[in-house]
């Protein structure tokens, strides 16, 4: 693969698809994502907005997805994957998801310490 030929999500894309994934968030949170800076976050938001696909909740200070944003979002998604080999990838995915239930489970277990939150005073525990 040269330089040339290397995936580049489209900007707008890495917004929307950070919103997705964070449900609710600054610019700034999803600058960090994105690796965008902010002033091209709150561009790709005011976009978002202005197709009703996100919408800013003054009172909380964060911006969401809309419905119609969340739809949209899967098929952007679809279409920004289109040229990926996606179906090579299936058997390390799969190989993925039996380690990443086997972690959130030992998360969900380090947690919680006799059915009640871990307050983590017991190291020995932890």
Same mark, same amino acid.
């Given at each position: 693969m040269?330089?040339?030929?290397?995936?580049a999500p489209?900007?707008?894309?890495?917004?929307h698809?950070?919103?997705?994934i964070?449900?609710?968030?600054?610019?700034?949170?999803?600058?960090?994502?994105?690796?965008?800076?902010?002033?091209?976050?709150? !561009?790709? *938001?005011?976009? @978002?907005?202005?197709? =009703?696909?996100?919408?800013? #909740?003054? /009172? !909380?200070? *964060?911006w969401q @997805?809309?419905?119609? =944003?969340?739809?949209?979002? #899967?098929? /952007?998604?679809?279409?920004?994957?289109?040229?990926l080999?996606?179906?090579?990838?299936?058997?390390?995915?799969?190989?993925?998801?039996?380690?990443?239930?086997?972690?959130?489970?030992?998360?969900?277990?380090?947690?919680?310490?006799?059915?009640?939150?871990?307050?983590?005073?017991?190291?020995?525990?932890?």
């Amino acid at each position: 693969m040269t330089p040339d030929d290397r995936y580049a999500p489209h900007p707008v894309f890495l917004t929307h698809h950070a919103l997705r994934i964070k449900g609710f968030a600054k610019p700034e949170s999803l600058a960090d994502i994105t690796a965008l800076d902010v002033d091209t976050i709150e !561009r790709n *938001l005011e976009e @978002l907005a202005s197709s =009703g696909h996100a919408l800013y #909740r003054e /009172a !909380r200070l *964060l911006w969401q @997805l809309t419905p119609e =944003g969340r739809e949209a979002h #899967r098929q /952007a998604l679809a279409h920004d994957v289109r040229s990926l080999a996606i179906d090579a990838l299936g058997v390390h995915y799969r190989s993925f998801l039996e380690v990443n239930e086997l972690f959130k489970s030992l998360c969900g277990e380090w947690q919680l310490r006799d059915g009640q939150p871990n307050d983590h005073s017991n190291l020995g525990y932890d």
